[in-house]
């Protein structure tokens, strides 16, 4: 695990899903509820959904992203990662991430 001091800790919320998610330096690993992405959502909709921040930015293999999701249904839980992920990921370098997060949604 590494320094708590790089952890990025945030929540994301959509309709009745809420995420906690933990964004770390590592290798672009993506743990949802202790399983990994895609053993989590079978769709791939909801994959590209979730790592679509990452794109935007093209540093999907710098982080490593722990989450715990709960409540709504899978799109709603996908939608809320998807949002924790952005503001980890905005929190984390506000002056140069944050428009091009904001910008793409």
């Known amino acids: 695990m590494p320094d708590m001091n790089e952890v990025t800790r945030t929540t994301g919320r959509r309709k009745e899903a809420a995420a906690r998610v933990f964004l770390a330096p590592g290798t672009g690993k993506i743990t949802v509820n202790g399983r990994d992405l895609d053993t989590y959502f079978c769709r791939s909709q909801l994959i590209t959904l979730v790592t679509q921040p990452f794109e935007v930015l093209g540093n999907g293999e710098e982080f490593d992203v722990v989450a715990t999701v709960r409540g709504g249904g ?8 998807r949002h924790g992920i952005a503001r980890a990921l905005a929190d984390r370098h506000p002056d140069e991430w944050r428009v091009p997060v904001t910008k793409a949604g």
């Open 74 to 81: 899978e799109t709603g839980q996908a939608g809320a990662l």
